[in-house]
């Protein structure tokens, strides 16, 4: 037993260490090591067989919510309030155009390999989401515009919501035998409103509370649990959990502005440097963890279900340029649209609604789990890869620009 508990934290360790290295490269290189933690875990899982993953499938559902709500509350943190009031009708409308794109597009590839017109309607819904946890910190870390942040911030977790109500409502379309599309609306536009306002409410409140509590010892840990109280009141209630832990963050981190809006002066910031610094801490511990789980569940089946990844992923990648394209017509986005377009990668989501198919015990759902798996990774790599590509052409191209703008003949 002590040997186990031995080599369990050496793997913890080391994993950390990991982390901090990849963390570190990408502040020397550029290239984000999302890769690296996602490579780590298919080596300790499926080659090396250190850790299976059937012993910490128990621990999905606490590993999914720890890392959307330090991940979404963190970058929350960053935001700036009237930018995001600005983009989110653009994030609504390319994540709308980006599910119906992308649940049409591999409707049809799955009618061509076979499955059924309504099961291969659930497969496309269930891998058109993208995932919070592994773009917010990504479009964090690079020198994009606050508006493509905060249009890939807010995208990532409001698609998470049209995504899982979609799902369930073509769920409930297979077992039951018919749809409510009212209903599914209705559960939509009541996951928003209650995420939305017990996150602005909380974040609010705590903000006066902190006024009082700023200059108390572990005043960071008590933010930390106030969070995870208005996330779990909130899906008790039927609304977004992420959507709140956002709000939250938002709330926090635009606190100046919050209290310009109520008449009241502040000497000094109530959410200081040291409560960012330790709640950046605990973000990046979860999600360093988070990415290696990811390459701990990458299941590989068979050559002909890499096939339909590689296959499905490519039909995903162009129906997100199309999205982008009608999202961004005649805006300030245009130059950064390369950017949008590959932030698009896969992650937990989608690994915990295939074993909801399973669950459910739905047809096909074995083969869905394995392709799903060959998404997650492949989107992650061109996610990746695109962004460090394009990033850095559109800065030789700022560059280039300034070089010519400067240059004088007199």
């Keep these: 037993m002590n040997e186990i508990v ?21 502040k020397r290189t550029g290239f984000p090591g999302i890769l690296l933690l996602i490579l780590l875990g298919f080596l300790f899982g499926p080659i090396m067989k250190i850790v299976k993953l059937e012993d910490i499938t128990s621990l999905t559902p606490y590993l999914a919510d720890l890392a959307m709500i330090f991940i979404l509350f963190d970058g929350g943190l960053v ?40 099961y291969g309607a659930l497969f496309g819904i269930m891998i058109s989401g993208n995932s919070a946890a592994v773009l917010i910190p990504l479009v964090r870390s690079i020198k994009v515009s606050e508006e493509t942040v905060s249009l890939i911030t807010l995208e990532s977790t409001l698609n998470n919501v049209f995504q899982v109500v979609s799902f369930l409502a073509i769920v409930e379309l297979i077992t039951v035998g018919q749809l409510d599309i009212l209903a599914a609306t209705q559960d939509i536009a009541a996951s928003f409103s209650i995420g939305g306002v017990i996150g602005f409410i909380f974040g609010f409140f705590w903000l006066h509370i902190l ?23 909130t899906e008790y209630l039927g609304g977004s959990g992420a959507l709140c832990a956002l709000l939250f963050g938002i709330v926090l981190g635009n606190e100046k502005s919050i209290f310009q809006i109520i008449n009241r002066d502040i000497k000094e910031m109530v959410f200081n440097q040291y409560m960012r610094h330790f709640e950046s801490e605990l973000a990046f511990l979860i999600r360093t963890f988070f990415f290696v789980y990811i390459g701990l569940s990458i299941n590989i089946s068979s050559t002909i ?44 989501s989608e690994a915990v609604l295939s074993v909801m198919l399973l669950n459910y015990g739905i047809p096909h759902s074995t083969l869905f789990q394995d392709i799903a798996f060959i998404v997650i990774i492949l989107t992650n790599i ?13 800065q030789n191209k700022k560059v280039k620009e300034k070089k010519i703008g400067t240059f004088s003949f007199y």
Excluded: D, W
Aim: charge should be positive.
């Design 211 to 233: 006024l009082k509590l700023k200059r108390e010892s572990f005043s960071s840990m008590l933010t930390i649990a106030i969070v995870f109280i208005a996330y779990y009141m």
């Design 79 to 118: 935001m700036n309030l009237k930018v995001s009031l600005r983009e989110t009708p653009r994030a609504i409308l390319i994540t709308v155009i980006h599910l119906v794109l992308c649940t049409v597009a591999v409707t049809f590839f799955m009618m061509g390999i076979g499955i059924e017109p309504v």
């Design 382 to 394: 061109m996610c990746t890869i695109g962004i460090y590509k394009f990033t850095h052409k559109n």
């Design 6 to 26: 031995s080599i369990s934290l050496i793997l913890v360790s080391f994993i950390i260490i990991i982390g901090f290295l990849s963390n570190y490269q990408f």
């Design 305 to 348: 279900v890499i096939g339909y990844g590689v296959i499905l992923s490519i039909i995903l990648l162009a129906m997100r340029a199309i999205a982008t394209y009608f999202s961004t017509i005649r805006s300030s986005l245009e130059s950064e649209r390369n950017i949008i377009t590959v932030a698009m990668s896969r992650g937990l």
